[in-house]
């Protein structure tokens, strides 16, 4: 074609700076899903990322960027869109395996939750994968960046979904997690769609309530922080969490 222009005396321009489109896979899109894009990340990575992904996430990611930390130890970040959050709800919802928020479950490998919530595991939406490439692309470079000198595998074996009501669990008693660091990522509108929630760290007396959709609170799991889930006290709330390297 630049052969041919250039014998006609065709004028070319060409420019690296500015984005004019760019390919899509088509070979692989679910079709059996309620919002299939949710499972594009790999063969569309970039089409993923601008309907999933915050724009501030890259922000928060900078060295120069002082991240928040609402309590010790206890960082915040952008990490997901509304409409990711809103398409993991409504994902769930789909599904509808929700545990009865008992001590026994079945889903684990003992059989028993020494804190129950009620809940529904990422491998129930057949979704665990899918979720743990997010761990590895978008939740490690934050843990290392702010835990220094932290290299994480960001393995998860507990990856899931919370479910808070007033007519059915609206809090979670004291506890620690089984994991190296958590993450709790804010799935729908405080004080629109429900009232009340959030966590308290009690060796710190410091509570980060009206979390906002798509951020994600990360504090360490075991030894130092101690919490518990405060009330939901109207509508319901939706958290997603993982305890990341168990």
């Not at 079709?31 to 890259?58: C, F, G, V």
């Not at 843990?143 to 074996?157: N, P, Q, T």
């Not at 993450?183 to 729908?188: A, E, F, T």
């Amino acid at each position: 074609m630049a052969t041919n222009m250039r014998e006609k005396g065709v004028f070319m321009y060409v420019s690296n700076m500015e984005d004019y489109g760019h390919l899509v896979d088509p070979d692989y899109f679910p079709t059996k899903y309620l919002h299939n894009d949710m499972w594009q990340m790999k063969a569309n990575r970039k089409d993923w990322e601008n309907r999933y992904i915050s724009p501030e996430y890259w922000k928060a990611l900078s060295p120069t960027e002082l991240n928040e930390m609402p309590c010790p130890d206890v960082f915040w970040f952008p990490i997901f869109t509304p409409r990711f959050c809103k398409e993991l709800v409504e994902l769930a919802n789909d599904n509808g395996g929700w545990s009865d928020g008992s001590n026994n479950d079945p889903r684990l490998a003992g059989g028993y939750e020494n804190v129950p919530t009620v809940d529904i595991h990422m491998n129930q939406m057949d979704f665990e994968q899918e979720w743990l490439w997010i761990l590895r692309h978008y939740v490690k470079p934050l843990a290392e960046k702010v835990f220094l000198g932290y290299d994480s595998d960001a393995r998860a074996i507990m990856n899931f979904i919370v479910r808070y009501r007033p007519t059915e669990q609206s809090f979670l008693r004291p506890h620690h997690d089984s994991s190296t660091y958590t993450i709790n990522v804010g799935l729908n509108r405080p004080l629109i769609d429900y009232e009340g929630g959030g966590a308290r760290f009690i060796r710190y007396n410091c509570s980060v309530v009206n979390t906002r959709v798509g951020w994600s609170l990360m504090h360490p799991g075991r030894l130092t922080h101690y919490h518990e889930g405060l009330q939901t006290t109207k509508g319901t709330r939706y958290i997603m969490v993982s305890f990341v390297d168990p």
